[in-house]
């Protein structure tokens, strides 16, 4: 059993209730998402855009299998969609937006993985926080760029790293939380994440003036 969380206390499926039931906000974001990729693209959603809708979906169930398992091929099922999702919202985001030539995105998404394999293997006083020092530093610097470049919503990126950042605090303080909070804070962090995944993922979004479908 992988016990790193304040609410788990014992063995058992249904002893980490808040932790797995929060991952619904997943569900919920990837369905904001879809909603949000089919107005734009007058109802045809295009494919990058329904992947990200589906690996939301995963993420949730993965979550889920994890804090309710909590063993270690149940946090692999809760890894692997959330790492697939960056790599494929980095792909879309340098193509739709920097648009970047296939061979550099291909680089960079490489040099990404690379980055957040280098982060996870820092040391960590939390379980498991460091990871995702990675994305906040790809969403902030990208931000810099979507503020001056993007075809709508120019400070959403922003916003989303703020969040995002804000969202690892209540992650990474959720064991040391427990005298003061028995269950711990680590459901606040996917409240909040999920709200990240949505918001981040609708940068790259485009409408059909602008290729929505590419």
């Known amino acids: 059993m992988i016990d790193h969380y304040c609410e788990r206390t014992a063995q058992g499926l249904l002893n980490e209730p808040i932790n797995a039931l929060t991952n619904l906000f997943f569900v919920v974001a990837a369905v904001c998402f879809w909603r949000h990729a089919q107005k734009l693209s007058r109802d045809s959603i295009g494919l990058g855009n329904g992947v990200l809708a589906v690996l939301m979906v995963c993420i949730a169930i993965g979550s889920t299998v994890f804090h309710t398992f ?5 946090q692999s099922l809760d890894v692997l969609p959330i790492m697939t999702l960056q790599l494929v919202w980095l792909w879309l985001y340098l193509k739709r937006i920097m648009r970047v030539r ?34 906040l530093l790809v969403i902030t610097l990208l931000g810099i760029y979507h503020k001056d470049h993007a ?13 995002f950042f804000v969202s690892l605090i209540f992650r990474s303080v959720d064991l040391a939380s427990c005298q003061f909070v028995p269950f711990g804070t680590h459901f606040v962090w996917h409240i909040l994440n999920a709200i990240v995944l949505y918001g981040v993922c609708r940068t790259v979004v485009l409408d059909n003036k602008t290729n929505a479908n590419r």
Do not use: I, K
């Not at 061979?103 to 690379?114: P, Q």
């Not at 709508?152 to 969040?163: N, T």
């Open 151 to 163: 075809p709508r919503e120019p400070q959403l990126l922003y916003l989303m790293a703020g969040l």
């Open 70 to 74: 909590a063993t270690p091929f149940a």
């Open 102 to 135: 296939p061979a550099v995105r291909f680089v960079l998404t490489l040099g990404y993985l690379f980055l957040s394999v280098v982060f996870s293997m820092l040391p960590d006083p939390t379980p498991g926080s460091m990871g995702y020092l990675g994305p």
